[in-house]
């Protein structure tokens, strides 16, 4: 018999309403469980294994994915759910999210598609997410449309890292956005009744924890990968260029001088690493460093907010995670050693360039040939469109899912090695309807 849902405490109704209403289940879970169990069954999430970190995908065994990014990043935010009282469910499948819409390539692939994209609105991976959840990952269908995964108001909401359109953010000159125009009746939805441009408690649990994740894991992989010895950093010179990176990366406000206290602090620390070799004790502290950064920063994120909000239970808009401006700036410092050595290296720059030449390519030869080369579930999102913006639209999205491996080999059947869209006179010849679904 189906039961009514259980509103999680500190929750309403309306905060469980989904934009296309479902019958009531008969599984004695709540809605936020439902939603977490969607998104980690869902096929996007899976893609994420095969989808560039900060090293490439697959260029070590260590090196972490996209995907087990996501895990690390829903650990970190489950524990500062639980500290805080927001639903840890609820967090746990925003991180999970978070990173849905990344394409091939990493932050290249989104710069390059975005250029791609311009016509029709852009392309941006956090908008990308929410049309995911909301629309591309089939789950909910109607005779209409798609309505993704279907998740529940709160939960899509969770997920919006930037709530706003593009060019409406508090930084007209930031690329960043929430949404594109075609979604933003489920945008409405979800925001209705929200403070404009700002994000629910439990957004704010995501984008930070994927800040500490980002900044901790991305230097244990630069180091382990031998992209950045700790000891370097004792060289005065050495030292100054690395925090320039900081600074023009992430920190374009503070001073050299600042960035070096931040980073006196973190080496200060009992666990640091001042030299790693990749023997079995320095891999053992390598490891424990990451594990004590993590602890240092969600006890302060989880203490400042506490300070100010007090320990009883908060949840949605009733209140805002507090981060320390000096934890602030220690994570942003790792985040820009990582940039300093390995991003902003001059060996990964042919790698760049490749990368943008394989999307530029692909979307060239994809808008050349139509639904040819397109995966079954595109194709039908392509005779569903109603015009030459909507099939652009698809055509983005058909690439955007593409994991680093697919992208590649796609690339490779359609042009060959050394070949590129500038010599598409004809159109391609079709490779069949068995073409691999990315």
Known sequence: MARSPRIPAGYTAADLDRFFQEPPKSQNRTPFQRDRARVLHSSALRRLGAKTQVLGAGENDFVRTRLTHSLEVAQVGRDIAEELGCDPNLVDLACLAHDLGHPPFGHNGERVLNTLADPVGGFEGNAQSLRLLARLEPKVLDADRSYGLNLTRAALDASIKYPWRRGEGPNPSSPKFGVYEDDLPVFDFVRDGAPAQQQCLEAQVMDISDDIAYSVHDIEDAVTGFRMNPALLQD????????????????????????????????????????????????????????????????????ATQAEYGTDPIARYQGQVVVPEETALEISVLKGLAAAYVMSSREQQPVYQQQEQIITDLHAALRSTGRTHLNPLFRSLWDRAADGDERERVIIDQIASFTDVMAVRLHAELFGSGSSASALDEPLPGLGPDLPTA
């Open 236 to 303: 005065p010179m050495e030292r100054s260029a690395a925090l320039y990176v900081v600074q023009d990366w992430y920190t374009p406000t503070r001073s050299i001088d600042e960035l070096d206290t931040a980073l006196t602090r973190l080496e200060a620390d009992p666990a640091w690493l001042h030299e790693y070799t990749g023997n079995l004790a320095d891999s053992a502290a390598l490891k424990d460093l990451s594990s004590q950064l993590i602890g240092r920063f969600v006890s302060a994120v989880v203490t």
